[in-house]
């Protein structure tokens, strides 16, 4: 009744997980769904597994297992793509349902932490009264979609109403979220009612990247797309918080470094969320970078760091005026 495929070509040689299909396909029925295998991480791939197939089939797949797909026959479709499969991300979509009467398909997103198989949600990567943030970052996106689609031939109208709803509101809740390798999309409510939902530009995804949400990532978000501090008092791959002169919150990250203490990173200020490069050098525990616009340095800032705390001065290069630079890791 069905067969267990395993599908190299689809997993790049970067892949965490190796992934064998279970499919079944006949005039009323097509159906494929993912089982994870990893040698290196065995334990890991049969725990998100578990999770998958309990979720999704309401039934652990086992060797004596004659069945798998018996729950998922009232629809007539039933698929995946992935998002993310890598050292420390794991994510799909899950698409299923039928037509008939009108298009009725429902969408699911699962996302795990590829290192633990533990699954991993906005309350793991943000922090709670951060996540206002992100609504509102989501809402300005939808918002522009709804503008670029006035004029649309068939539902200008519709996005013309939406659009005038949008303009009541300053934050969006997002209905779906998946993790990538390199930041978030989600999914939140459209703009055309009923049948048409299909034909709706403005259902998503919207993409933000995690540096353009990094002042509103825990330290477990973080990790998952540029690792884990390799130690309790490292610098490198922290989530690093404070202020400059007192008065402007910021947060930034050192994202890389090399044997010969060149580092790279990004800051953001707080209220604006617009990620900026910081290139720079360590020393023993003296620490100089610089805020970068393209190739040219706009701050030179000079720290010292503790295992815990990054304190000095901040100078903007063009005025000349020097601040004060408090930080801590978090």
């Known amino acids: 009744m069905f067969a267990i495929l395993m599908l190299l070509c689809c997993v790049p040689v970067w892949a ?26 065995p334990e890991i791939a049969r725990k998100i597994n578990k999770i998958l197939q309990m979720k999704e089939l309401s039934l652990q797949i086992t060797p004596t ?3 798998p797909l018996s729950n998922l026959r009232s629809e007539a479709t039933y698929t995946y793509n992935l998002a993310s499969n890598n050292g420390r991300v794991f994510s799909l979509e899950i698409m299923t349902g039928h037509n008939g009467a ?7 997103n699962y996302s795990f932490d590829a290192r633990t198989g533990n699954p991993v949600n906005e309350n793991t990567v943000f922090y709670p009264a951060a996540q206002v943030n992100v609504r509102q970052a989501f809402y300005k996106l939808w918002k522009e979609s709804i503008k670029a689609h006035l004029k ?14 949008a303009e009541t ?6 209905d779906r979220m998946t993790i990538t390798d390199s930041g978030f999309n989600f999914w939140g409510r459209g703009c055309l009612d009923g049948a048409s939902w299909t034909a709706d530009a403005t259902i998503g995804p919207y993409t933000l990247s995690y540096d353009q949400l990094l002042a509103d990532l825990t330290p477990d978000g973080l990790s998952l797309f540029i690792g884990a501090a390799p130690s309790a008092v490292a610098m ?3 989530l690093i918080k404070g202020k400059i002169d007192n008065k402007y919150p910021i947060t930034l990250t050192f994202t890389s470094s090399s044997d010969r203490g060149e580092l790279k990173g990004i800051i953001v200020y707080d209220k604006f969320n617009t990620p900026i490069t910081l ?3 360590v020393t023993g525990n003296k620490v100089v970078f610089h805020e970068m616009n393209k190739d040219v340095a706009v701050s030179d800032i000079e720290c010292i760091w503790d295992g815990k705390n990054l304190n ?19």
């Open 16 to 41: 965490q997980f190796t992934i064998k299909e279970i499919r079944e396909s006949d005039d009323e029925f097509t159906c494929t769904f993912p089982v994870l295998q990893s040698a290196s991480q």
């Open 236 to 238: 490198q791959q922290s």
């Open 169 to 174: 509101m300053t934050e969006l809740p997002f």
């Open 279 to 281: 290139t720079g050098t």
């Open 65 to 67: 297992t004659k069945d």
């Open 152 to 165: 649309d031939d068939n539902f200008g109208e519709e996005y013309k109403r939406c659009l005038a709803e």
């Open 312 to 330: 000095g001065t901040f100078k903007n290069v063009k005025s000349g005026k020097v601040m004060s630079f408090e930080a801590v890791k978090i």
């Open 102 to 108: 009108g298009s009725h398909f429902q969408f699911r």
